[in-house]
């Protein structure tokens, strides 16, 4: 029969088994994080083949491949808006052996809009920005319209009809913000992608249209005077849109969060050294010039776009989207 002193005596050696695992297991994870990566490491793309998102990501993941010095493996799984892909990522792992390659709309937009989503923004923590486009108005090249202002006025007879890619994208959102803070005239019109999108302005099924530019359809159609823009819906002009007034300067002064962007992500509980380490790498591509060259010059953000910084852009995306889809 064991006695109180036999009792007392295992509890003090089980609570030293106790406290000696516990070590054992910071310590391992300590040099689990040095020792990283040991192992291939998944990045999970939300969108299908072939979209921004995935080209990029498969444009920047060899030379983060050569960065880390070890095989990473892109892996498409779309559905749901991007919540298919992102909920598998947010309930992966949290040891930097799954990331995910995802943007602002489809890490935001999902928990906004279906509270039985696994995931919000909280759950990413932002390895760097890997892409971004700004939103832009386009009309036809005959349209007699030479600014937004032509356009867009609560004073209208007929209602403006804006052609946007998806009802709940981030030109939708945008674009419902800008007819309700500034009581327009107008309603959305959503379509299945920037390609549909562009196709049916050129049909004259709608009057304008709201699409990010990209440097798969809307910078070409641009280029090759099939689609007139007449604004950008960012806060700045755009570099390589020299022409194109920005939205603010022609009276437009409450947009939505309008610039469309793509990033890379670990989950929030990721080991901080493994968070440098891949963030250190994701900045070394971003600024190797064959990375800008195949991304395409007008994909790439001036400067390097750090995980604080990509957070903090998501953080203001989430607000600003939340307050336009809760009031509509």
Sequence with gaps: ?????????????????????????????????????????????PVPAGSSTDLSTRIVTPCLSEELDKKILVENRDGGSGAVGNAYFSQAAPDGYTLVSTTAANAVLPGILEESVPFSAEDFTPLGTIGEAPIVMLVAPDSPAEKATDLLSPDRDATLLIGVPGATSVPGVVVNGLIANNDLNAETVPFDGNGNTVQALRSGEVDAIFVSADTGVTLPAIDGEEVKALAVAVDEEVSYLPEVPTLASQGFTEVPYAMSFWFLAAQPDV???????????????????????????????????????????????EEEYTSVLESS
């Design 1 to 45: 029969m064991k006695t109180a002193n036999t009792r007392s005596r295992l509890s003090v050696v089980g609570i030293a088994v106790a406290a000696s695992a516990l070590l054992a297991a910071c310590d391992g994870g300590a040099s689990g994080a040095e020792s990283y990566p040991d192992k291939n490491i998944t990045v999970i793309v």
């Design 271 to 317: 080991d901080q050294e493994i968070v440098e380490k891949v963030s250190a790498a994701i900045e070394t591509c971003m600024d190797d010039e064959n990375v800008q060259e195949r991304l395409g010059e007008t994909a790439v953000p001036e400067s390097f776009i750090d995980g604080p910084s990509t957070q903090s852009n998501l953080q203001d995306a």
